[in-house]
């Protein structure tokens, strides 16, 4: 997906910018670096359409043309940015599992250690387990791959291969390591809980409240979760303290509050025709 955004960026923003701003930070509505409407790219297809005799000198269509397709691109990426977080520390680290990037010592100069990764999965690697592991990723460049292991192969076969390749003459085992990698790529065995939420979800969506952003679709459902509990329901559920404390005017309509404190520069009139 970070791929396909980047991609999508390209075609109307400067590569320049592109490139040299964080994934997270790329704005794809930023006017100051959106590319003239003749250096935009909308495939081989469109440069055809627009050197067609009838279009080729009709600037305003063309114009028109481009700014329609910009949106339409603006508004993809817009998108693909409230589903997907750019900035989640698993996702970012995720790519330099890949063999090609694990085996190459200049790759510890910019993920020197897995703690990161490890901090993020705590279920995966207990924190007894934190120094073993980054000890045998600090190691892995150093290693030479017997003649079955190829940094070609797809990542779940390799670091398969490299879990059971015992240590041998360089006196070196990956182990930890491998184990820690493939449960890190590795799917859940069954998608049933995934299920349930997107079963919850659907329940949740009705014709008024179809449009509800991400984050207030997950505060429903953790509140649901809460209130069900283990014996509890809607009728037998008692908040605590803490949660009464956060029923408040400052939280829940803070918003309103904020127009409040805004100074009133400008008195409006309602006009009437009579």
Same mark, same amino acid.
């Given at each position: /997906?970070?791929?396909?955004?980047?991609?999508?960026?390209?075609?109307? #923003?400067?590569?320049?910018?592109?490139?040299?701003?964080?994934?997270?930070?790329?704005?794809?509505?930023?006017?100051?670096?959106?590319?003239?409407?003749?250096? %935009?790219?909308?495939?081989?297809?469109?440069?055809? %359409?627009?050197?067609?005799?009838?279009?080729?000198?009709?600037?305003?269509?063309?114009?028109? +043309? =481009?700014?329609?397709?910009?949106? +339409?691109?603006?508004?993809?990426?817009?998108?693909?940015?409230?589903? +997907? $977080?750019?900035?989640?520390?698993?996702?970012?680290?995720?790519?330099?599992?890949?063999?090609?990037?694990? #085996?190459?010592?200049?790759?510890?100069?910019?993920?020197?250690?897995?703690?990161?990764? /490890?901090?993020?999965?705590?279920?995966?690697?207990?924190? $007894?387990?934190?120094?073993?592991? $980054?000890?045998?990723?600090?190691?892995?460049?150093?290693?030479?791959?017997?003649? *079955?292991?190829?940094?070609?192969?797809?990542?779940?076969?390799?670091?398969?291969?490299?879990?059971?390749?015992?240590?041998?003459?360089?006196? #070196?085992?990956?182990?930890?390591?491998?184990?820690?990698?493939?449960?890190?790529?590795?799917?859940?065995?069954?998608?049933? *809980?995934?299920?349930?939420?997107?079963?919850?979800?659907?329940?949740?969506?009705?014709?008024?409240?179809?449009? %509800?952003?991400?984050?207030?679709?997950?505060?429903?459902?953790?509140?649901?979760?809460?209130?069900?509990?283990?014996?509890?329901?809607?009728?037998?559920?008692?908040?605590? @303290?803490?949660?009464?404390?956060? #029923?408040?005017? =400052?939280?829940?309509?803070?918003? @309103?509050?904020?127009?409040?404190?805004?100074?009133?520069?400008?008195?409006?009139?309602?006009?009437?025709? /009579?």
């Amino acid at each position: /997906m970070c791929k396909i955004y980047q991609e999508i960026l390209e075609t109307y #923003m400067s590569t320049d910018y592109v490139y040299r701003t964080n994934l997270s930070e790329r704005d794809p509505c930023n006017v100051s670096h959106r590319l003239r409407p003749e250096n %935009m790219y909308f495939g081989v297809e469109v440069r055809k %359409m627009l050197d067609q005799v009838e279009i080729r000198n009709n600037e305003k269509l063309k114009s028109d +043309f =481009a700014t329609t397709c910009t949106d +339409f691109l603006i508004e993809g990426c817009k998108e693909i940015r409230k589903r +997907f $977080d750019f900035s989640d520390p698993v996702l970012k680290l995720v790519s330099y599992l890949n063999p090609s990037k694990a #085996m190459l010592r200049k790759t510890r100069d910019i993920v020197p250690s897995l703690i990161p990764l /490890m901090n993020a999965l705590p279920r995966i690697a207990s924190s $007894d387990q934190h120094q073993i592991i $980054d000890d045998e990723w600090r190691q892995l460049p150093s290693f030479e791959p017997p003649a *079955d292991i190829d940094v070609n192969d797809p990542v779940d076969i390799f670091w398969a291969k490299l879990l059971e390749c015992e240590e041998g003459d360089q006196g #070196m085992t990956f182990k930890n390591v491998s184990k820690f990698v493939l449960e890190t790529i590795s799917l859940p065995h069954s998608n049933a *809980d995934s299920e349930r939420i997107f079963s919850k979800i659907n329940l949740i969506k009705t014709k008024a409240r179809n449009k %509800m952003t991400i984050s207030t679709v997950n505060g429903v459902l953790l509140a649901k979760q809460r209130v069900r509990g283990k014996e509890n329901d809607c009728t037998t559920y008692n908040p605590s @303290q803490s949660e009464y404390s956060r #029923m408040n005017k =400052a939280l829940l309509y803070k918003n @309103q509050l904020l127009q409040k404190t805004l100074p009133k520069r400008f008195k409006i009139y309602i006009v009437t025709r /009579m």
